[in-house]
């Protein structure tokens, strides 16, 4: 969020170049006579009028909730949450996250577009062609255009600190995956905490060697990430309501939800390649990228996984116990923890009159108090089920809002932001930022205010109460 700030305060306050969001809309107009974008309204560069744009939309979404549906590390996050506080963290979180590409979009995006004709362009007097945009190079451009070496080097930090968490996270949900789902139920049931832990890191070491063996093959071939990110959703997108309804439809069987993922790959790559060959006459790896034939992959995949998944499971109904997904963090197990806790306080207790005056941080007190109310949303469904029609209506509503009540007026408007409106979408794009800046800087920090007081109490005045 810092290196976020720090761009669009330079681009739309203090650089030079820009300076001011009036200003960025002046560049921006001189661009769209200059050099028109096929595709949105009038050619602008102010419009939501994009047919393109419009085609990309789709296929984000269909890949966004392909990747999310279908990401493990995703899942982990989500299983091991409190009930208590899982829904809400996840729509804070999504609301954070938001400000990434939007506040990139109106920042470095906008401004590759405004300085392409300045001197301090990388690529001038050329515009920056089709390989280098897909290739993710825009924002280097603009950045280093902006801020010179100082800029590249703030984007580069950026793209570290994504990869490396989104790395990590990838990781551990494989190396989970293999180590409990696979080795500890199929091969060995009896195997140690000892053996394993070896399995584990083996199994990170030996996805690492995959992953950058990938990483060197598609650099080789001339896949780059644009091409990755838009077939992505062809690839996995049979999956996705399969997936969802193992959580929401005890109906779907299992012969329903392989059918669906399965016959949603095949159709899906059916469906991409054949409009990639019917379309621009040859397979390549341009053509295969190309937002129609994606289009077309994306939206079978998706459909197609739907509708088999539906029949299978009606043709040969079964009907799943939800016990059993309940039973793996049970009641028992959660109280469990709580009632050992309060043995080991009383142990405490009894070992005489210098212990017994130990009192414990408050931290842990917390922490006990919430897992009882875990303990508590668990036994109770009904809690269970509040929370989900919570996290669905708000998902909707969300949703609804940025992909349709907002770009679809101006889409069917063939609208043209004024100076003024431009004006206006930068300041909202900078509230959105700010907002993001609290709920993940500021409010962690609030969270945790006890627990640092205590900590803060423990290390400068001992076992002294200092309130």
Known sequence: MVVILYFMFSTYATNPLIGSPARMYRLLTEASAKRPLIGNWDGSYTT???????????????????????????????????????????????????????????????????????????????????????AGLSAPFAATAL???????????????????????????????????????????????????????????????????????????????????????VMIGGAVFPAAFAITWKGQTRAGAVAGAISGLCTGMMAWLVAAKQYYGELTVTTTGSEYSILAGNLTAIFVGL?????????????????????????????????????????????????????????IQDERQQTARDAAVVEEPSKLRSAFKTACILSILMTLTIDVVVPIPMFLSHYIFTQGFFVAWVVITFIWVFCSTAISVILPLWETRVFFGQLYSKMFFGDRDVR
């Open 147 to 233: 801020l010179g070496t100082g800029g590249a080097v703030a984007l580069l930090i950026v793209l570290f600190m994504a990869v490396t968490s989104c790395l990590s996270a990838e990781l551990i949900a494989l190396s989970s995956i293999l180590t409990f789902d696979i080795y500890k139920t199929y091969i060995k049931p009896l195997a140690t905490p000892d053996m394993l832990i070896v399995v584990a890191h083996s199994a990170i070491c030996i996805a690492g060697l995959i992953i950058a063996a990938f990483a060197c093959i598609f650099n080789v071939v001339g896949i780059d990430l644009g091409w990755l990110f838009l077939a992505l959703g």
């Open 307 to 363: 509708i088999v998944s539906i029949c299978v499971s009606l043709a040969k109904p079964e009907s799943f116990d939800w016990e059993m997904t309940r039973a793996i963090n049970s009641a028992a197990s959660l109280t469990a923890s709580t009632r050992s806790s309060i043995d080991v306080d009383k142990a405490d207790g009894n070992n005489g009159d210098k212990t017994s005056k130990i009192s414990k941080p408050a931290a």
């Open 48 to 134: 939501l009028k994009s047919n393109l744009a419009l085609v990309y939309g789709v296929i984000q979404l269909c890949g966004g909730t392909a990747t999310v549906f279908l990401d493990q590390a995703y899942w982990q996050r989500a299983i091991a949450s409190r009930p208590t506080t899982a829904v809400r963290a996840y729509l804070l979180g999504g609301i954070a996250w938001f400000a990434i590409p939007f506040g990139f979009a109106t920042t470095l995006g906008l401004a590759a577009i405004a300085l392409t004709d300045d001197p301090s362009f990388p690529t001038y007097p050329e515009v920056p062609t089709r390989a280098q945009i897909t």
